[in-house]
């Protein structure tokens, strides 16, 4: 597995790439959020993006980091999940193995998990409808069962 410098290199140079490529310019806010996109684990919102690319950059603004995660999207250095909970949701793709989630209904808690099962399937499909299946996505939702969730809806 790569260390964080080096996936926040791979990054760096992807997105370097794409701002030349569309003819887009490198600033220094942009960079701060690829830094801090790269920094933080697992999935992410828009807000709490913010609020951590705040801390070294105090003068960004919200919109910036909306309108910067729309280009990492299009250069696809981050992928953006929604899972019917009306929330977007956001996490990074350089050096991020496939992976599938589950999602507690109650406290939004999003667990990522592997199931090599879903391969042979997708080689199934892929062959009876003709297609070169290049990726999935596969969300499960389900209500945890923590007892101390402080999210978990109270039921009377």
């Known amino acids: 597995m790569m260390s964080r410098p080096d996936l926040q290199k791979i990054a760096e140079e992807r ?6 490529k569309e003819g887009a310019r490198k600033t220094p806010e942009r ?3 690829l830094k801090m996109v790269y920094e933080m684990e697992g999935h992410f919102e828009v807000e709490e993006l ?3 690319c705040r801390i070294d950059s105090p003068g960004i603004s919200l919109a910036t980091v909306y309108n ?3 280009l990492f999207l299009d250069a696809q250095l981050v992928m953006k999940l929604q899972f019917g909970d009306a929330r977007t949701y956001y996490e990074r793709l350089i050096g991020a193995k496939q992976h599938d989630h589950l999602m507690c209904n109650q406290c939004h808690q999003i667990i990522e998990f592997c199931a090599p099962s879903i391969q042979p399937v997708k080689t199934q499909m892929g062959e009876v ?3 070169d299946i ?3 996505a596969l969300t499960l939702h389900g209500d ?3 007892e101390d969730c402080p999210n978990r809806m109270l039921t009377d």
């Open 144 to 146: 945890c069962m923590k």
């Open 31 to 33: 960079m701060s959020i």
């Open 50 to 52: 913010f609020r951590a």
């Open 129 to 131: 409808l003709g297609f």
């Open 134 to 136: 290049t990726r999935h």
């Open 15 to 20: 997105f370097l790439s794409y701002l030349k």
């Open 68 to 70: 910067t995660l729309e």
